[in-house]
């Protein structure tokens, strides 16, 4: 019986040798991920030049008039009259916590409230910007948890008032006054009238909370909350000093 001629073994490639897709799938994943990490320093560039440029289209000619027109000079000239607006709007602030500065504000909204159409813009807009607000932030003064729409569906919201007026006193029971905003945009939500009985309180701050919302749960806080080293109690086994 003749001997089977056996096949020449098959040549061994480079191990580390990658093939030409799979090239192409790693530039292109290291590509991506450049991307990713540049998008955020990216769009917060172009916003703060939008906004310094928006800025200095609109207020330049007020300030800087009797320059002539160089487009060599406008970056600079929009950069100064965005401080310029800066400025005016935090000496503004200064000037509203005094009688004077009160005084001109009244005028300005009433003189805002005679525009037909615009006062109804001015209001809710107000509204929203008095909500949110540094001096109005104890309204919010609770993050927690609800069943809305239905029983077994929880939805993140605000306790806004525990106090019971007239919507509250009617429903025959104790309700919370509790704000479930929108997700992304906050500005928009549900007012729930929800006994306490329902309603779980959560240890996040407001902020955290907020962030939780826009970012359509994306962020997630820490919990639970680390304990401060000065807080723990002292190893028993550890000799005095």
Do not use: C
């Not at 192409?24 to 917060?44: C, M, W």
């Not at 916590?97 to 006062?119: K, L, N, Q, T």
């Not at 609770?142 to 919507?167: D, H, I, Y």
């Not at 994306?218 to 680390?226: L, N, Y």
């Amino acid at each position: 019986m003749p001997p089977s001629s056996a096949l020449p073994p098959a040549p061994l490639g480079d191990p580390l040798a990658l093939p030409a897709k799979s090239r192409i799938v790693t530039v292109r994943n290291a590509f991506i991920s450049g991307a990713l990490l540049l998008a955020p320093l990216v769009v917060t560039v172009w916003a703060f030049f939008k906004i310094i440029s928006l800025i200095g289209e609109t207020f330049r000619p007020l300030f800087f008039f009797y320059l002539p027109e160089r487009p060599s000079l406008d970056i600079l000239l929009d950069v100064g009259t965005t401080v310029i607006v800066i400025l005016l709007v935090t000496v503004l602030g200064y000037l509203s916590r005094d009688v004077f500065g009160r005084f001109f504000v009244s005028v300005a909204e009433r003189f805002m409230h005679s525009i037909p159409g615009v006062g109804a813009v001015y209001v809710s807009v107000k509204q929203i910007v008095d909500t949110f607000s540094t001096q109005n932030r104890q309204l919010y003064n609770k993050v927690v948890l609800v069943e809305f729409p239905r029983k077994g569906v929880w939805a993140m919201g605000f306790l806004t008032n525990r106090s019971q007026g007239e919507a509250q006193r009617k429903t025959g029971a104790e309700v919370w006054s509790v704000f479930v905003p929108t997700t992304p945009n906050p500005t928009g939500g549900y007012l729930l009238l929800v006994p306490p009985a329902d309603v779980v309180e959560l240890e996040m701050s407001i902020g955290e909370g907020m962030k939780m919302i826009i970012s359509g749960g994306a962020f997630i806080p820490q919990w639970p909350r680390p304990v401060a080293a000065a807080a723990l109690p002292a190893d028993p086994a550890k000799p005095a000093a």
